[in-house]
């Protein structure tokens, strides 16, 4: 049974940061590109950040030079450290394949306010 679990979620400050994990289960990680979504209240759901199998990044525009993603295919685990955070980051964000799967998991919550 394929399984993402988001967590690391808060509420934090303007400026300050984040670790986002995504524990994959059911699924062959280390082979698999991998994402972060977020959706904001009201908004769509945009594709944050992707890691490929082999280690290579890329960015949306908006979180280029703040958030960085990062997988550990040891624990099927991946990570978005996420620094300098705005209130425009505030969003549910999740995790899923690249291409993604039908399924996703519950998300976590980001609140970014003062």
């Known amino acids: 049974q394929v399984q993402l679990v988001e967590s690391g979620g808060g509420l934090v400050q303007p400026g300050g940061s984040l670790r986002l994990s995504c524990a994959a289960s059911g699924i062959a990680f280390s082979i698999n590109n991998m994402d972060w979504y977020r959706q904001a209240p009201g908004k769509e759901r945009e594709l944050v950040a992707r890691?490929?199998?082999?280690?290579?990044?890329r960015y949306a525009d908006s979180v280029k030079g703040r958030f960085t993603i990062s997988r550990d295919n040891a624990k099927n685990t991946m990570y978005l450290q996420m620094n300098s955070l705005k209130p425009e980051d505030n969003a549910v964000y999740y995790c899923?394949?690249?291409?993604?799967?039908?399924?996703w998991g519950k998300g976590t919550l980001v609140t970014v306010s003062s």
């Open positions: 890691i490929t199998s082999r280690g290579s990044t």
């Open positions: 899923n394949t690249d291409p993604p799967l039908p399924i």
